[in-house]
């Protein structure tokens, strides 16, 4: 028998094929800001795949809710027109015809009562029509502001009440506040109109196939637990880099900054995935609480430790004047503090990762889009190759990519062909789509599917939006005090400020590069 050549896939199994073809439970979806870009470019999308998928029962309707200037007829087009411009396969016509006929509108703003009045008589006709049992999910597309009024409007309409068994459950999506006052604020808001488990809060990298994987990747297989610790891990470093500016978000970036934005949500994310301890079980408190362990167990950074533990930059004009810099965008004010890119060294007070740095970074307008963890193990304990230049021996390192290209890497030292000792860094490497193929997805069908049916292991809990801000609290309050302290620039499309590679050269150490 022939040799399996090693990057032939042994196992080929579409993931749609290899789970059971389950659908979610009967609802209406109530889409509230049904004209913006989300519901275009990645809701209608992500319904699409799972209407393919046969993951929509025939009990479901879409109801959209938005301040617009069309009528039903016209949401209808422009939900066939999204579907054509934004499915990975241009929208086959019965898919979009199945669900074009059971999408209705309202237009109205979310402070007119009569408007909210009309939603609550038709969603009740139209779970009739459509025998959805009662249940309806509610996905706030909206703009933060509404994020605690428009549930309030809706709960005192009686619109979230659980009445004979059904479910009334709400989507939002980050940023679940500003600081932790404002989380804080928002959850207890919340709490008193809707039950914890009626509240799904999305951080969308949870719907990342490849985020989900890390898990699969740590528990599924026996071989990278046992040296996932301190005593084999030098460091791990997250990386979560876009090419892409601040594009035309200035009003809500200019107040967020690439810190508040990314990192005590995204970024920790990969942190809690790659360093939390296997939960008991896949039921959402289990894994939840594991989570939440990593973040209780992150050290805050202190205003003292800033200077050591914290880089912060901006990108300016790229060296070639492909694009301009952050001051010189659309609404951006000329003089603006704001950070583009940060880094952070953080540590786990836990007895697995005691003394093992996290170093995380991410900015807009770096060399290419990048999203990765890599484990840097430690140095083999002698070495035994004199003549080899100590400095040309790499660590071993494993690198999970996340995006654009889905995969998992692993470098190492390997002898150069010839009579001499001379060692070469090597990487074997496992693409995603050589076993799976391209698999296309918005990355928000798991998400809400998961929603439809009650399971909410991927989505945040109020206590770990909370917990997440304590990291960080100190060091976003000084910088709200301090706004231009320390704050460095980079070019546009370079690799970051190098004050950042100085962060982990002092350690003796460097970054995995970017892409
Ligand atoms: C969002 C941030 O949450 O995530 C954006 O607000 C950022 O600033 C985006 O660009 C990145 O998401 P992704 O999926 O492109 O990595």
Redesign the pocket.
Known sequence: MADTPVNTPVVTIPAQEASSLRASDPCVFVILGASGDLTKRLLLPALYNLAQQKRLPENFAILGYALADYDEEGFRQKLAGALHEFSCDGGRPELVEWIRQRSYFINSDFENPEGLATLKSRLAEIDKKYGAGGNALFYLATIPRFFLELPQRLAALGLLRQDNGCWRRLIIE?PFGRDRATARELNLGLAKILGEDQIYRID??LG?ETVQNILAFRFANGIFEPIWNRRYIDNVQIT?A?A?GVEL?AAY?ERFGALR??VP??VFQLVELTAMEPPISFEANAVRNEQMKILEALQWIEPENISECIVRGQYTRANDGSAVGYREEPGVKPDSNTETYVALELHLDNWRWAGVPFYVRTG?RLTRRD?EITIRFRRAPMQLFRETDISRLSPNALTLQI?PAEGVQLTFDAKVPGPEMQLGHVAMHFAYADYFGDVCRT?YETLLYDCMLGDATLFRRADMVETAWNAVEPAVEYFDAHPGEGLVTYPAFSAGPKEADHMLNRAGRNWHAIG
Do not use: A, L, P, S
Request: charged share 35%; aromatic share 12%; hydrophobic share 20%.
């Open positions: 980050k969308h990298y990342k979560v876009e892409v978000r970036y934005d990314m949500n995204h807009k999203t995006q990355g």
